[in-house]
């Protein structure tokens, strides 16, 4: 009998994994529509999707199970995402996010350059105290690894590949910033979605006009009110067919056009364009937006969105399970470097927001479009209310857009800094 590995989790089935994790959901969710008072007043302070977050990134913390280990992320984010988006995008309201104006444009660039300074900056503090944590040699030096950071922090992981072929970060180097990567950027999620529950407390303090994103919900609501209807088993069949129908026809074709970009225009790697992940989104989301025009609109009487949702809500419990919290004490000072750097991209978007006086919708949806990418950005637009993830989705496809070309200049610029 072959000795078992000490890194290996306890529960290693991932339909154990699965069964864990919508126990899980299921408990938050039914004590979050409670009305016993301590739970009337626990969900006041801590709001459920944090939750559905947090406590999966305990287990894996605790070796319970393995985010690393488990396929269960991959499924949901290239399988229920994609049906997610769809979902979320049937009863889009275009001249709603249209009149929603140029702020969560400019909150978006904000993070992206908040992002491309972060990097150098805390070279620039950490340097002055320790330079060899900054330093390297040859594949290992940081700034290379950190490159590839930078490339997942305004894009994805297309962008964050590119970064590693570019400046040719070592194996070893880049599997640790693969663990800053995800710390500090689910660290700051976490932060987002506690955020979305003292959102009008944070408006005030910004003096933020948020009338036009309270409309848009509102407008939304309205309708879902005036075609709704007791659902039966051929209208939930008819949603989840359609959802992953469409999800088939964005694989189809994201197979086909990524490796064809790949072989035939390598130029557009620059942009990301030979990813299937990102056709995937793409054409998810197009083929959703296409169909707010037609009758399937009128699907989200029988609760497309809610469907869409617990896609979501699962979703963001794989997320949770890549989060090791302990790795922060396998390298600490790379951890600080990454720390640094996110305060950087939030201290931009913060002053930025109290100049133009963004919700904070904007902030949080802005910030995770570049950090979190499309997995990311929709979650934080839902949490706020369904019918604004489209804008989390449009943002985050612009990201893939801008990740490598601001991911480059970002690492030219840590280059420079740790000569």
């Known amino acids: 009998m072959e000795p078992k590995d000490l890194n290996e989790p306890l529960i290693t089935n991932d339909a154990v994994v699965l069964g864990l994790l919508f126990l899980v959901l299921a408990l938050i969710f039914k004590t979050s529509s409670s009305s016993h008072p301590f739970w009337k007043k626990f969900y006041t302070f801590i709001p459920s999707l944090l939750l559905c977050y947090f406590i999966p990134s305990i287990f894996n913390s605790m070796g319970l199970i393995s985010g690393e280990s488990s396929q269960l992320y991959f499924v949901t984010s290239r399988y229920l995402l994609p049906a997610s988006l ?66 997942s922090w305004i894009g994805g992981g297309a962008n964050q590949a590119a970064m590693l072929e570019v400046f040719g970060a070592s194996g070893g180097l880049y599997s640790k910033m693969i663990a800053v990567d995800i710390i500090v950027a689910n660290i700051w999620m976490a932060f987002l979605l506690f955020g979305v529950g003292k959102s009008l407390k944070i408006d005030q303090v ?15 609501e309205n309708y879902r009110l005036s075609i709704s209807k007791i659902p039966s088993t051929s209208d939930t069949m008819l949603v989840v067919g359609i959802a992953f129908v469409v999800t088939a026809i964005g694989h189809y074709f994201a197979d086909i056009l990524g490796p064809y970009i790949e072989v035939n225009f390598p130029a557009l790697k620059t942009y ?3 990813s299937k992940f990102f056709w995937l989104v793409v054409i998810a989301t197009a083929i959703g937006f296409f169909l707010s025009f037609t009758k399937a609109k009128k699907l989200e009487g029988v609760g497309a969105s809610r469907i869409g949702s617990v896609f979501i809500y699962l979703l963001v419990a794989t997320i949770g399970m890549k989060m090791d919290v302990m790795a922060v004490f396998h390298s600490p000072g790379l951890f600080l470097v990454g720390g640094i ?13 109290k100049i133009i006086k963004a919700p904070f919708f904007f902030v949080a949806v802005g910030s995770q479009a570049n950090v979190g990418g499309a997995a990311s950005a929709p979650i934080v637009a839902a949490a706020f209310n369904p019918a604004l993830a489209p804008v989390g989705v449009l943002l985050a496809v612009l990201g893939y857009f801008l990740g490598t070309y601001g991911a480059y200049l970002c690492g030219l610029a840590m280059q420079w800094i740790s000569a």
């Open 206 to 220: 910004f003096k933020a006009d948020s009338s036009s994103v309270e409309k848009l919900k509102q407008k939304v």
């Open 86 to 151: 769809v979902l979320l995008t049937l009863s889009i309201d275009l001249k709603g996010i249209l009149d929603l104006g140029y702020k969560p444009l400019v909150m978006f660039l904000a993070g992206t350059i908040g992002i491309m300074l972060g990097g150098p900056l805390a070279i620039i503090i950490v340097k002055q105290f320790n330079p060899e944590l900054v330093g390297g040699e040859g594949a290992n030096e940081v700034w290379k690894g950190l490159s590839t950071i930078a490339g």
């Open 272 to 274: 990301s364009l030979n």
């Open 341 to 353: 750097w996110m305060l950087v991209h939030i201290t931009i978007l913060l002053v930025t927001a």
